[in-house]
Nanobody, 125 residues
Framework: QVQLVESGGGLVQPGGSLRLSCTASGFTFSSYWMNWVRQAPGKRLEWVSSINSDGNSTYYADSVKGRFTISRDNAKNTLTLQMNKLKPEDTAVYYC??????????????????WGQGTQVTVSS
């Protein structure tokens, strides 16, 4: 049974930091590209970041480049997203998603093989 479980969301002030984690089970984590996708209230899914299967290559949306860092630990089946200099427009539900192919977009839930349940990030003073 495939599971992706996110944690680490919460309420943070503008300029603050949060670290999201995603723990995977039920599939060969080290063989999959891992991704973070977010959905702000009333908006469509937005691709945030991707990392390749061995962690050597990372990609970011322009909106988060220089502020967010994606990483993975294949020995522990975990994916993380370090988010710094948070802005109110970063407020969203953040999902980790897995796929065997490299994808730097998200137009819907069918774009990725597996999804987590999401974790809420709220940036507000």
């Amino acid at each position: 049974q495939v599971q992706l479980v996110e944690s680490g969301g919460g309420l943070v002030q503008p300029g603050g930091s949060l670290r999201l984690s995603c723990t995977a089970s039920g599939f060969t984590f080290s063989s999959y590209w891992m991704n973070w996708v977010r959905q702000a209230p009333g908006k469509r899914l937005e691709w945030v970041s991707s990392i390749n299967s061995d962690g050597n290559s990372t990609y970011y949306a322009d909106s988060v480049k220089g502020r967010f860092t994606i990483s993975r630990d294949n020995a522990k089946n975990t994916l993380t997203l370090q988010m710094n200099k948070l802005k109110p427009e970063d407020t969203a539900v953040y999902y980790c998603a897995a796929d065997q192919l490299a994808k730097y977009y998200c137009s819907g839930y069918l774009d990725y093989d597996y999804w987590g349940q999401g974790t809420q990030v709220t940036v507000s003073s």
